[in-house]
Every structure is written in structure tokens, then in C-alpha cells.
């Protein structure tokens, strides 16, 4: 329905936001702190905030593939990886995917969020950014032990957030392996060089997590930014609803408005709600340019072709998807070693659950904590610098760049170009898990099952700057069809280079001490056969066993329309008016590390460009 007799005795709120996630409750937090102002939030999934899957930190993985938590989505089979479908798990709950994910708080450098700006979004820089990737979060100071024990020493805390709503802490909760980390990379002179927070920084670390410690239950948008505000009489959030499209309206032969939603709540019934002042889409890099593409804003020839009438024509909604593509191994440790893998024992997962239940200590308490960033090692001698130069120039040529990418493209690599050849830019992500991976499994919960007997720890290596653009977009008319996704993962053959080398790496780190006395000698390795002693079966390897890191973005890019984006610097989708878009598919290139904070930080900036804009009244100006 889009006639204006539909939807003038709907109910109306000053702003609709699709999404209760990660940004979408930031949003609604922020705009309802003024009392005059209404806002409706729309959630697809339920509230679950006081299930333990969700509030207990070691129980994260629970929720993977669960359709009450998780919307599992499966990429189409992937070229480049032997047609395997790689699971894609995004919140399905009252707190998005930061209710579900590994609650790891990971800043970006100063360059990732400096490359936006370059992509022609003013204002959009690290100097800019760093008082919102404050404003989120409060830090909390580990006890000297845990200090000690992990390495912490790095923190500035004047730098650190003081009163955010999310909650960061170390775990203290922490074996001999998440101790050996930060050491283990001192003795590969890798030390972590300074605060992530300060925008510069590589080397090995413990890094914090979105975990309470008064609680020690995880802090996500759902409990830090929802529970607290529930009770304001100027929000109303209606969950297991789900919106089938943006209502748009012309009001000119070249003019479009948003003037509402359409949805279908849990019992079935269709709805109209309609928005005085702004639809706000923070529906995640996935369903957001669907739900786009649904309500006739993209391609021309896709919506036609599916039955949708064309409102806005721009063939880059949807496109201009990157993720971080993972693979690893993992190593037998030493017998008595704890780890993960000894929740197998019902005796051991008893105990763990009684000591979590009734004093809040134990594993349970913790996720991971350890990793670090570097360059690629091998390009860090004169000749390897001279190979890295060689690959540049071979795969960087025009004729590689694919043409259903964005015009920014070649922008976009000469930045990524330049990351490469600094040695102060790490190109990976490097995690350590203390508990065993499947890599060439497809499902989440496959991944991190517990199906071999011995205990095991997990290197886990992920692309960190990626040359490989992908898509996603609508197959019907309908929102209860999911979208095809296709990420073409490894299509550039720049990643699988640069992912082939660092995982070359990881027989060295485990190898270092104090790591290396901590793995079993002549123990087993998983995938079996594993074999990274040359770079043609390291890329083989890779190619089998690749997973993703869960940070999909960039599918509603922030760029100038005529360099592919979707919305403009200030998040407004072109062509529209009250129309925007908040969430990881605004961020024109995918930040080095996981994205969690990154979508804070856009979700708290968003809100101050949203007010500022209405007391200027001037968002509704496209």
C-alpha cells in the first residue's frame, strides 16, 4: 500500500527505526532522551534478553544456527572455494547480532576510518570518530593479577571511554594460553606497539570483551542501550514483526518520500505505521539493502524483473559487500592443559554452570581474548618488499577489477595499496581460541563443534583489508525470501596471497615460546593432513577451509551516488527524503578488526547528524 487514504489513519511516530540491533538501539536511545520526540522500533526477532545463551559469555556459541537467535544465512556456493556455502550468523533478537556474537571490542586504526573520508564523505575520519568510539563504551580496570597475566599494561586509560552505556573489561577468568599470547609475540618482536584506541597500533595482545564485570553477563546494545530506556513513554518497540517494505511516495516526477512502513506482526496481521519525520533502516549489511530493493529503491532491471515498481534506480544497493574471510588450524596442547574442548564431560560443564550460576567465577565468565595484527611478514625484507611490489603491479591492473563494482573501486585499491606496502599496517587479523575448529565445515555450529577427544587450541587467521567486492540481493518480491548473497570470496587473487602467506606464519608463532611448550609435540593438528609447508598448498589450504569472521558491510555504501554509493555523508539514501540508513552497510570499506565497535561508533555519530538535522530542518533535504 502506498496511497495516502492507506496510511493517514495509521499510527504515526516522529521516527520509525527497522531494526532493534546493535545501531538500531543506539539510535532510538539517543532520539528519545528528548521527550517530545516518538519513536517506534521494529525488531524481527524476539526479546530474549534474559536467556542465559545470550547474557552468559562462554555460552556464545549456543546460539549459532538456532533460528529463535540466529538468522543463518548461507552464501550461494563460492567459485573460488570448491562450491562451498559459507554460513552467515547475524542476531535475530532484541540486541542484534551484539547479543550473539564473540564480544570482541576491537578498535579500527586511524587509517580504516581515514579511508572513508578519501571515498568523498567529509567528516568522516579518525579525528572525527574517536570522541564516538568513547561515547559507547566504559572501560573497566582488570585486577593486577589479570593485568599482569595478560598484558594489559597498554591501555591509556584517559583515552578509554568513562560512561558509555556498553561495559569492557578483561576477562579474569584466564589460562596458561591466553597468558603465553602477549609474550609469545614479545619474543617475535611483535609487541603491540601502542592503545588500539589511539588509532595506531599492531602486534600481539589481549584484547577486552563486552562483558560487565559486576555481572560478568555480556553487554550488548539489548542491555546497555534498550533495558535502561524501556520504560520512556516516547519509545515503543514491537518485536517478532517484521517490516515488508518502506512505504515511498512521489511527490514530483523526480522527487521521493518516506512516509512510513509496512509490517507484519506475529500474529499475522498486516500494518501500517507512519513516520512524521524519518525511516531510519539499521536492519544490518544483509536484510538493509533488501528491504531497499523490496520498497523500489536499486537496480532498475532487478526490481522489474521481480515484480517491484521502480522508485529509485541505483544498481550499487546491494553491491560493494566485503567481510572478513577466515580460515586456521588447530593444535593438540599438552595432556592436563585446560581448555574448551572439556566441556564435553558432563561433570566438567556441571561444575562450570554451578560456579557461574552461584559466584559468577569460572569459565563461563569469559570468551576469547587474545590476538594481533600484523603485516605480512614475508614483505617485511628488501626482497620481499620487491615481490609485494610485483604482485601489486600484476593484479592491480584495470582489466581485474570486476564491472559490477563500484566506480570508487580503483580509489578503494590504490588506498588498500597502500596499507600493503606500510609496515606499520597490519593486513591480518590473527585470533587464538583455547578450543578445537572445523574450518571446512559450512555451519556455524559444525565449526565449533566438539567432536574430536583431544583438547585443542585454534589459531584463527582473517583477512583483514580485503580486495574481494560481492553482493547481495533480493530473489522475489518477498521478505520471507532470503536474500543471495555471494561475497565471491577470494575472487581477487590479491586475498588469497596475502591469506596464504600469514597462514604460512602460524607454524612460526606456535613454535615460539612460551606458546610452543604449551602444544603437544608430534600431537594432532586439525584439518588432518594440513600442510602449509609450501605457498601453493598454504593457498590450497585456505581455499578449503575458509569461514567468515561474521563482519559483513558495505552493501549500502556512504559514497557520492556517481562513485557507487547509497547514501550520502550524512547517511540519507540519494534520491530520497526521510530515508536513512545506519548499520555496517553504510561503511564504504570494510575497518581492519571486528566491526562490533565500528557500528557503535556510526550508530552514536548517525544520531547527533539525525538530530542535528531535524533542528535545522534539513533532513529532508537529499
Not at 229 to 245: D, G, S
Request: aromatic share 8%; net charge negative; glycine share 8%.
Amino acid at each position: 500500500m502506498s496511497g495516502s487514504d492507506d496510511i493517514d489513519v495509521a499510527e504515526c511516530f516522529d521516527y520509525i527505526i527497522i531494526g532493534a540491533g546493535t545501531a538500531g538501539l543506539v539510535v532510538a536511545n539517543r532520539l528519545t532522551a528528548q521527550p517530545d520526540v516518538s519513536v517506534l522500533v521494529v525488531e524481527a526477532g524476539a526479546d530474549r534478553l534474559d536467556d542465559p545463551k545470550i547474557t552468559t559469555p562462554g555460552l556464545l556459541t549456543l546460539t549459532y544456527d538456532d533460528p529463535q537467535y540466529d538468522w543463518s544465512f548461507n552464501t550461494v556456493p563460492q567459485d573460488q572455494l570448491y562450491g562451498k556455502s559459507v554460513s552467515h550468523s547475524r542476531g535475530k533478537v532484541v540486541g542484534g547480532s551484539s547479543a550473539i556474537n564473540a564480544l570482541a571490542l576491537i578498535y579500527p586504526p586511524k587509517s580504516s576510518i581515514d579511508a572513508w573520508e578519501r571515498l568523498g564523505n567529509q567528516g568522516w575520519n579518525w579525528d572525527s570518530m574517536a570522541p564516538y568510539y568513547r561515547k559507547f563504551h566504559t572501560f573497566n580496570r582488570p585486577s593486577e593479577e589479570t593485568a599482569e597475566a595478560l598484558g594489559t599494561g597498554y591501555i591509556d586509560e584517559e583515552i578509554q571511554g568513562k560512561s558509555g552505556p556498553i561495559q569492557s573489561s578483561f576477562p579474569e577468568f584466564h589460562g596458561p594460553l591466553g597468558k603465553a599470547w602477549p609474550r609469545t609475540f614479545k619474543n617475535l618482536d611483535f609487541s603491540l606497539t601502542s592503545d588500539p584506541l589511539s588509532g595506531q597500533a599492531t602486534g600481539g595482545f589481549s584484547y577486552l570483551s563486552t562483558v560487565d564485570p559486576r555481572t560478568w553477563e555480556r553487554s550488548h546494545a539489548g542491555s546497555a542501550y534498550y533495558t535502561p530506556i524501556k520504560a520512556r513513554p516516547n519509545l515503543c518497540l514491537l518485536t517478532e514483526t517484521q517490516v515488508q517494505k518502506i512505504i515511498l511516495e512521489k511527490q514530483s516526477p523526480t522527487g521521493v518520500i518516506a512516509k512510513g512502513v509496512s509490517l507484519l506482526d506475529h500474529g499475522g496481521r498486516s500494518q501500517i505505521k507512519v513516520a512524521k519525520r524519518e525511516v531510519i533502516v539499521c536492519a544490518g549489511a544483509i536484510h538493509s539493502p533488501q528491504l531497499l530493493e523490496l520498497s523500489g529503491i536499486g537496480s532498475s532491471r532487478l526490481l522489474r524483473s521481480n515484480g517491484i515498481g521502480v522508485f529509485i534506480d541505483n544498481p550499487y544497493v546491494g553491491e560493494n559487500f566485503q567481510d572478513h574471510p577466515m580460515t586456521g588450524m588447530s593444535c593438540e596442547v599438552i595432556d592436563g592443559l585446560p581448555t574448551i574442548d572439556m566441556i564435553r564431560d558432563p561433570q566438567v560443564i556441571q561444575g562450570a554452570t554451578e560456579a557461574y550460576q552461584t559466584s559468577r567465577q569460572g569459565p563461563l565468565t569469559a570468551g576469547f581474548h587474545s590476538v594481533a595484527s600484523l603485516p605480512v611478514v614475508e614483505f617485511l625484507t628488501e626482497e620481499g618488499r620487491t615481490e609485494l611490489g610485483k604482485l601489486l603491479d600484476e593484479y592491480l591492473q584495470p582489466a581485474v577489477e570486476p564491472a559490477a563494482n563500484p566506480p570508487s573501486l580503483p580509489t578503494q585499491y590504490a588506498i588498500l595499496r597502500s596499507l600493503l606496502e606500510s609496515p606499520s599496517e597490519g593486513s591480518i587479523i590473527i585470533g587464538m581460541g583455547a578450543s578445537q575448529m572445523h574450518f571446512e565445515k559450512a555451519l556455524q555450529k559444525d565449526i565449533y563443534a566438539i567432536t574430536e577427544p583431544e583438547n585443542y587450541v585454534s589459531f584463527l587467521v582473517a583477512l583483514a583489508q580485503p580486495f574481494s567486492r560481492g553482493s547481495v540481493h533480493i530473489t522475489s518480491a518477498s521478505i520471507s525470501d532470503a536474500p543471495e548473497i555471494d561475497p565471491r570470496y577470494l575472487s581477487h587473487p590479491l586475498d588469497i596471497e596475502i591469506l596464504a602467506r600469514h597462514m604460512q606464519y602460524i607454524p612460526k608463532i606456535a613454535a615460539t615460546e612460551p606458546l610452543a611448550s604449551l602444544l603437544k609435540s608430534g600431537g594432532r593438528r586439525l584439518p588432518e593432513g594440513i600442510d602449509l609447508r609450501s605457498l601453493d598448498s598454504a593457498k590450497e589450504h585456505c581455499k578449503r577451509n575458509l569461514i567468515t569472521n561474521n563482519h559483513p558491510c558495505g552493501t549500502c555504501a556512504m559514497m557520492p551516488v556517481e562513485d557507487g554509493g547509497v547514501v550520502d555523508s550524512r547517511l540519507r539514501v540519494h534520491g530520497v527524503k526521510g530515508l536513512r540508513v545506519v548499520d555496517a552497510s553504510v561503511f564504504p570499506m570494510i575497518p581492519r578488526g571486528n566491526i562490533q565497535s565500528s557500528v557503535y561508533a556510526v550508530a552514536e555519530k548517525a544520531s547527533d547528524l539525525i538530530m542535528e538535522d531535524w533542528q535545522g530542518h534539513s533532513s529532508l533535504a537529499v
